[in-house]
């Protein structure tokens, strides 16, 4: 294409010369060669030409980021090398009763389906912690499961069962019977020392691809999810790392190859097909929970969450002006649960309505802004210190501001119950 454009150029040229009767000098550059042509009544003299000017040379790279480029890409090679055979694809099989097919147009012919029950296969991540055959996953991989296969780096397919769950943090081990020598544990990372920028790499099976490799950041931390059971996961690490379904239960990893957290959810890009995909917004469960939870899954096939008994917001500008407090910090108890742990200490929960953005909202109850030696300015940050800093039975002391004043309040911690208990 770019030698098509001078001879137009010189036919629409020469049109025009023709048109007016004179027939001025040409220069004609046609990329490789290059003439002059002397244009005359009496003919025509082709002389040599002065080659075009070209553009200077682009500048060289430094040396220096040459070799950062490289190194960044020997880390992730080297890393992926390392820590692959230590991942695994999983391949979870439910039975489904029957299928009942949407309404079609008058006159459209419903398809027929089988009456059921049969088997659905959904795909998920995982990574193996010892040498015993325990593989991590998330639980909303193996729920419901009725038969579970687990493909290893090499290829080689193996049943596997579940050995615990804990849906209030999504989390799951299941076992598999190969000898310890073709296991490879990986290494846990501390994830409560990670810094939003830092690199975090992602080794999954998105969509069933498996052994894939993605690359990003730390995006955000201390964020929170909601977990299947109505109770909310603290200290969620966000990351813009590529991870699509498939990915559930893989690992979060550092530059180092350690594990900094358990991919678990998106916020999904639903196509014209009602399909999941990446938007951007990754989330994972930190180590830190997962290297507390992980441990009495395999021994006791469930953990003990510490709780307190109440239910509560973040102290808004709103609440704060309502109930005169000095500044909108803190998490309000709305509700006492009766006969938890809050109650039998003696905390209040809210005593009047207000409407806040279109909603009523319980006030007047007490304001945490302390646990121990520990600041709440919101509600989440009592969910996170509960689960990094306490255990079921413990006795912590709760900093409440009540009618205008400053007391404190202790209790002991009980354990968790489910929320159909507590309705």
Not at 182 to 206: C, E, H, K
Not at 306 to 324: C, N, Y
């Amino acid at each position: 294409m770019s030698r098509l454009k001078p001879i137009f150029a010189i036919s629409i040229v020469g049109l025009a010369l023709l048109a007016c009767g004179t027939l001025p000098q040409v220069n004609l550059s046609l990329g490789t060669q290059a003439t002059a042509v002397s244009i005359s009544a009496a003919g025509v003299a082709v002389t040599p030409a002065v080659p075009p000017t070209l553009p200077p040379s682009p500048t060289p790279l430094p040396s220096a980021m040459i070799q950062e480029a490289d190194a960044e890409e020997r880390l992730l090679i080297n890393l992926y090398e390392r820590v692959s055979p230590s991942v695994v694809s999983i391949q979870a099989i439910t039975l489904v009763e029957g299928f009942e097919h949407p309404a079609l147009p008058e006159g459209v012919p419903t398809p027929q389906f089988p009456n059921g029950p049969f088997q659905q296969q959904g795909e998920g991540s995982g990574f193996v912690v010892d040498t015993e055959g325990h593989i991590v996953t998330n639980n909303h991989v193996v729920v419901d499961t009725t038969g579970l296969r687990v493909t290893f780096f090499d290829g080689t397919t193996v049943p596997a069962t579940v050995v615990g769950t804990d849906p209030d943090s999504d989390l799951a081990v299941i076992k598999v019977d190969v000898p310890a020598e073709s296991l490879r544990p990986i290494t846990w990372g501390d994830s409560d020392r990670l810094y939003v920028g830092q690199r975090a790499v992602a080794i999954g099976n998105p969509f069933g691809f498996e052994n894939t490799l993605t690359s990003g950041i730390v995006s955000g931390l201390s964020r929170s999810l909601p977990a299947v059971t109505g109770y909310r996961i603290p200290e969620i690490i966000q990351t813009d790392d590529a991870i699509n379904p498939g990915n559930s239960g893989g690992p979060l990893l550092n530059s180092q190859g350690e594990v900094i957290g358990v991919n678990s959810a998106i916020v999904p890009n639903f196509d014209a097909f009602g399909e999941r995909s990446f938007l951007g917004v990754g989330f994972a469960i930190p180590s830190s929970l997962a290297q507390r939870v992980v441990p009495s899954l395999i021994t006791e096939g469930e953990y003990a969450h510490p709780w307190i008994g109440i239910e509560g917001m973040d102290v808004l500008p709103e609440i704060a002006a309502e109930m005169d407090l000095p500044e909108a910090r803190g998490a309000l108890v709305i509700r006492v649960i009766p006969g938890g742990p809050a109650d039998q200490a003696g905390v209040h929960g809210g005593e009047r309505e207000i409407q806040l953005m279109d909603r009523p909202v319980a006030i007047g109850g007490d304001v945490v802004i302390g646990v121990d030696d520990f600041e709440i300015r919101r509600f989440d940050d009592i969910l996170s210190y509960l689960s990094r800093r306490t255990a079921v039975g413990q006795e912590i002391e709760l900093t409440i501001i009540r009618d205008g004043e400053t007391k404190v309040v202790k209790l002991t911690l009980g354990r968790r119950p489910s929320t159909a208990d507590l309705r």
